[in-house]
């Protein structure tokens, strides 16, 4: 075996033994959720000196401040959030371009949002070379949102907010999931919110720690 062909082997390994052991160990139990994180490269999405690190069980640094989720973390909200193909998918908090990816093995079109420029001409490289073709990208501020495409059925919030912020609730759809880690800077929760008819549903998920929402409607900068 070349050494090419080893690495890819090793890195395929290492994405099916996280899959089993980080993933399904835990309680993530839907198929098509496990599928779509054994689909994704996830070593596409760091930097070359950390791809051997890129199945580990935490966060990585990408730059800009930001980090490529843990993946049992990016499981869990995709589990969250109940795809089934055919939805509409708001991400708010593009990053590497990873969440997006599984997004998009899972549902019919995703609109993420990035503050950083850089980060999301990064990605936009990344999902292009992996030939995600349903994936649109804008850099803006995410804790408005994207009106203009609004409603989604679901909306995913990669970003620690201090509060769910308003005007993602106004573009949830009728019958939609939210998916948002919401508390102070350093500890929050992850909120599991359905929006119907009669109004928004809110249950409380596991703790987390995510980098800050900022924006109008999340933390301010600094």
């Known amino acids: ?21 980080q993933l399904r160990g835990r309680d993530i139990d839907i198929e098509a959720v496990l599928a779509a994180m054994n689909q994704v490269p996830r070593e596409a999405f760091v930097s070359e000196a950390l791809q051997d690190h890129a199945y580990d069980d935490n966060p990585l640094p990408i730059g800009e401040g930001q980090t490529i989720s843990q993946p049992y973390m990016v499981a869990l909200m995709t589990q969250l959030l109940d795809l089934h193909g055919h939805e509409k998918v ?30 999301s001409q990064r990605a936009r490289k990344v999902l292009e070379g992996l030939g995600y073709h349903n994936i649109l990208l804008r850099v803006s501020d995410g804790s408005i949102g994207w009106e203009e495409f609004a409603p989604y059925d679901r909306i995913i919030v990669t970003a620690a907010a201090p509060q769910v912020p308003k005007s993602l609730v106004k573009q949830l759809a009728d019958d939609g999931i939210m998916i948002v880690p919401v508390g ?15 109004g928004l549903n809110t249950r409380e998920g596991e ?4 980098v800050p929402l900022v924006g109008r409607e999340g933390w301010r900068e600094g």
């Open 1 to 21: 075996m070349n050494k090419i062909n080893g690495e890819k082997s090793g890195m395929w390994r290492a994405r099916l033994r996280m899959v089993e052991d």
């Open 90 to 119: 708001l991400e708010i908090g593009t990053g590497s371009g990873y969440q997006s990816a599984v997004l998009a093995e899972l549902s019919a079109k995703v609109f993420s949002i990035e503050r950083s420029y850089a980060l």
């Open 184 to 198: 102070n800077r350093t500890h929050q929760e992850l909120k599991i919110i359905t929006k119907t008819a009669g």
């Open 207 to 210: 703790g987390c720690i995510f």
